[in-house]
């Protein structure tokens, strides 16, 4: 059944899909302990996942997550602010967070992910007067669907001849929707359930990492889970953490 969201719930950040749409070539831990810091890629208006203006800057994890993983690494946390998947490369970040795991495009990547931290997914936002439906069947030709530039949601649809609406910001995209501009918008982070394409798990996707980064990652999410770090973070925004599918 697709859930019916609140516009500005929780929003699908860009750059949760960046390790699904681009291979990602950084550093090992012994480079990133001389250098004394952890540059993370994150969308600069993507809230509650990511925001470079405000006081808060969001829990996915792209930042408050970021930052408790550099702190058990022993470095500083620097930010690579990024919008689009080839930005990745110019600014060259060592990791991307919620990166959607997924065996076989990893592989084709050559990307290392951690162990994963939180089950995430899609679900569509109604805007007040069009009903919701309960499977992608139901959607009616010509509604105006909403979907963020590169995602997976907008690949779904576009497989299956649904028509759909590419907004680039997730604010954007939710003012549309409120304005009544758009009748439906692609957000995060309830998934459909019986469509496993559009519910995933996520992780820690590492650039060119060698072992002894990737089980340092590990270790650290480990603790941060076990002593519920990643939880308070998650609540901190209003989001359920929610334990990643076996």
């Known amino acids: ?21 681009a291979s990602l070539s950084a550093r090992p831990l012994s480079s990133i302990k001389e250098r004394g810091r952890l540059l993370v890629c994150a969308n600069p208006n993507a809230l509650p996942f ?27 946390l620097e930010v690579g602010w990024v919008v689009f998947p080839n930005q990745i490369f110019s600014v060259d970040c060592d990791i991307v967070l919620d990166s959607i ?9 050559h990307v290392k992910l951690s162990r994963p931290y939180q089950q995430s997914g899609v679900a569509l936002a109604f805007r007040p007067g069009v009903a919701p439906v309960a499977s992608y069947p139901e959607l009616k030709p010509g509604l105006r669907i909403g979907t963020m530039v590169g995602s997976i949601a907008r690949v779904y649809l576009g497989k299956r001849d649904i028509a759909t609406i590419p907004f680039t910001f997730e604010d954007e995209m939710v003012d549309a929707l409120g304005k009544g501009e758009i009748d439906v918008a692609a957000v995060s982070r309830m998934a459909f359930a019986g469509v496993p394409d559009l519910n995933w798990s996520v992780a820690v996707g590492m650039r ?20 519920g770090t990643v939880h308070r973070i998650y609540a901190g925004y209003g989001i359920e953490q929610q334990a990643p599918t076996p």
């Open 1 to 21: 059944m697709i859930k019916r969201r609140l516009p500005g719930v929780a929003l699908l950040a860009a750059l949760g899909l960046l390790a699904s749409t």
């Open 50 to 76: 990511a925001a470079k203006a405000g006081g808060r800057h969001g829990v996915q994890l792209e930042l408050e997550l970021a930052q408790a993983l550099a702190d058990q690494l022993g470095v500083a």
């Open 101 to 109: 795991v997924d065996a076989e495009a990893q592989g084709e990547r």
């Open 208 to 227: 060119k990492a060698d072992d002894a980064l990737v089980d340092s990652v590990n270790t650290a999410l480990g603790k941060l889970l076990a002593d």
